[in-house]
Structures are given as structure tokens and as C-alpha cells.
């Protein structure tokens, strides 16, 4: 009797699948597949290598430093970078009193000693970079109502994160004819600029980099193209700026437990060498 029970609950079931199974695929075959202008003209990231990349890599601080004048001189105005203190920089090769010097071209919220009235004051290495909008709805206003997000962990927070970075900031262009004449309702809506690399392909962000913008110290390449690998690079430091230490305490480790078998392989042939097994 329980065994018949049993039988029929699982045919029950087994059933019930096999309906939801069969009614899924027809409205799958049935509907049409609907073409977007996002799903035809989203382009994957373009292809960029870093001296980060891979379990060997390690920050190439010469680069850090320029991606670090970009973010400065351009993006800063509009976009935090909540997560970095300035003593940080001290990883990119700079030394402490450059760092003190840095901090203090830079204004941070403060209190007046006096009134203990908010203002400002230049900061110092255990500031963090200040936010460039009191708060959302001054970024939403100045921003034609899109946030500018944070940068710190930008790179880890998109798929494939500094190529998109890279791809983004050098792949604005005009709407192609083609998109319009497929899609023309899709055109880019006033104030929003069109590059295949965004998901939806408009942005609230005008081109923020233009060939020659930045002048780098060390006299590197400051096309768009190369500024905005630089930046993407120190968008990878900021996300994680631990990485080339974790790639450091990595290898000894695997080493050691490379060793660590060998010896434990040859202590069991050792104890086992007169036994038949
Ligand atoms: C004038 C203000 C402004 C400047 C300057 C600016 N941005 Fe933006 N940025 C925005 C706004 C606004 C958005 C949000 C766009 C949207 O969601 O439509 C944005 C979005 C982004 C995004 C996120 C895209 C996504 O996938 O959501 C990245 C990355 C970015 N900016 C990087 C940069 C970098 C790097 C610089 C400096 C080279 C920079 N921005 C300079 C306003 C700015």
C-alpha cells in the first residue's frame, strides 16, 4: 500500500514537469524573438593587458601614477572615490612628504575651530578623497538627473571591469546610420551620448577625455587612447590595492606546499618500503 502511495506521488510529479516542461516550450517557439538596437549594437569591451593581469602581475606604478593624474585633473570633478585614503598613494611610488604634499592640494569638509561651523580644509594623507557633491540630489541636478557612481571598486563591479573602463571612456562615436534605420525610435535622447559599450547605449556622461588632455610628468603618450588605459589601470589599484602583495604571499606559499608533498610522498615510501601492498 505505501509502495503504491509512493509510486503515484512520484508519477504525480514526475508529470507535473513534464506539463510545465511542455507548456514552456511552446511559449518559447511561439514567441517571436524581439530584435533591440541594445541587443545589435552592444559591443563587448575591447581587448586590454595590464602589467596587473595574470598570477604574476604587479602594478606598474609609473602608470598607476598617470591614471592617478587623470582621475585628478578630469574625473575627480564628478565622480568619489570613497575608498582611497590618501596616504594610499604611497603605493604608487610616491614618498610620505610628496604624499602630505599631494593631500594638501586637495579640500576636504571640516569644522571651523572657533564656530564649529562645516567648511573646508586642504587635506592630509589620513583623508579620504572627498566627494565632489554634498550629496545626491546636487550630483542628480548638475548631471542631467544620472549619479555619477563611485569609482573605488568600479573595476571589480563590472563584468571584464578595467576593459570596460578602457572601452568606455575611449568608445563614445556617433549613432551609426545603420541603428537608426532599424531603429528609429532609438535615437540618442537630448543630453544623453551614444557609445556601444554601455549597456543601454546612452549615457548620461558626456566624453569626459579628448586626445591631449592631460599632461603626463613623465612625458608618456597622452592620445585617448592611452590616457584611458592609464586610468583604467589605477581604477584596478583602487579596487584592489593589495593585489600585488596577494600575488607575493601566493607563490611562497604554493612552493612550500609544493615541498610540503614531496617530503610527505617520501616519508610514506620510506615507512612502507619492507611491506607488500
Ligand atoms: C561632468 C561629470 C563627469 C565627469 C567629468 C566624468 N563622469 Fe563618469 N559619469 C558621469 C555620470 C553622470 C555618469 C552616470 C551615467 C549614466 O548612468 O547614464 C557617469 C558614469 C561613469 C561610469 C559608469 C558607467 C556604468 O557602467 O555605469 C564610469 C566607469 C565613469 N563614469 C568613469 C569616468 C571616468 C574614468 C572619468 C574621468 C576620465 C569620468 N567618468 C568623468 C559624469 C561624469
Avoid at 511561439?30 to 581587448?47: I, L
Wanted: one cysteine or more; aromatic letters at 12%.
Amino acid at each position: 500500500m505505501v509502495r503504491l502511495i509512493g509510486i503515484l506521488v512520484g508519477l504525480f510529479f514526475s508529470g507535473w514537469l513534464l506539463v510545465t516542461l511542455v507548456v514552456g516550450f511552446i511559449a518559447w517557439a511561439s514567441e517571436p524573438a524581439v530584435k533591440t538596437a541594445e541587443h545589435e549594437f552592444h559591443q563587448h569591451p575591447k581587448e586590454l593587458s595590464l602589467a596587473s593581469d595574470g598570477p604574476f602581475g604587479h602594478f606598474d606604478t609609473q602608470q598607476l601614477q598617470r591614471g592617478y593624474k587623470v582621475y585628478k585633473e578630469v574625473c575627480s570633478a564628478c565622480h568619489s572615490l570613497r575608498h582611497v585614503a590618501f596616504r594610499d598613494l604611497e603605493q604608487l611610488g610616491y614618498s610620505e612628504a610628496q604624499v602630505k604634499a599631494e593631500a594638501a592640494t586637495w579640500q576636504v569638509p571640516g569644522i571651523d575651530a572657533v564656530t564649529g561651523e562645516a567648511n573646508t580644509r586642504p587635506g592630509m594623507p589620513t583623508d579620504y578623497f572627498p566627494k565632489p557633491f554634498a550629496n545626491d540630489v546636487a550630483a542628480r541636478a548638475a548631471n542631467n538627473n544620472a549619479i555619477p557612481p563611485d569609482l573605488s571598486l568600479m573595476a571589480k563591479a563590472r563584468h571584464d571591469g578595467a576593459a570596460y573602463v578602457y572601452s568606455l571612456l575611449s568608445g563614445y562615436q556617433d549613432q551609426p546610420a545603420e541603428l537608426l534605420k532599424e531603429f528609429p525610435d532609438a535615437k540618442t535622447p537630448d543630453g544623453l551620448h551614444y557609445n556601444p559599450y554601455f549597456a543601454n547605449l546612452n549615457l548620461a556622461m558626456a566624453p569626459p577625455l579628448a586626445d591631449g588632455q592631460v599632461t603626463f610628468d613623465d612625458g608618456a603618450p597622452n592620445d585617448l587612447d592611452a590616457m584611458s588605459q592609464d586610468l583604467a589601470a589605477f581604477l584596478v589599484w583602487t579596487a584592489e590595492p593589495t593585489l600585488a602583495k596577494r600575488h607575493q604571499t601566493g607563490w611562497p606559499v604554493v612552493l612550500f606546499l609544493i615541498i610540503l608533498s614531496v617530503l610527505a610522498y617520501l616519508a610514506y615510501r620510506n615507512v612502507w618500503r619492507n611491506e607488500k601492498h
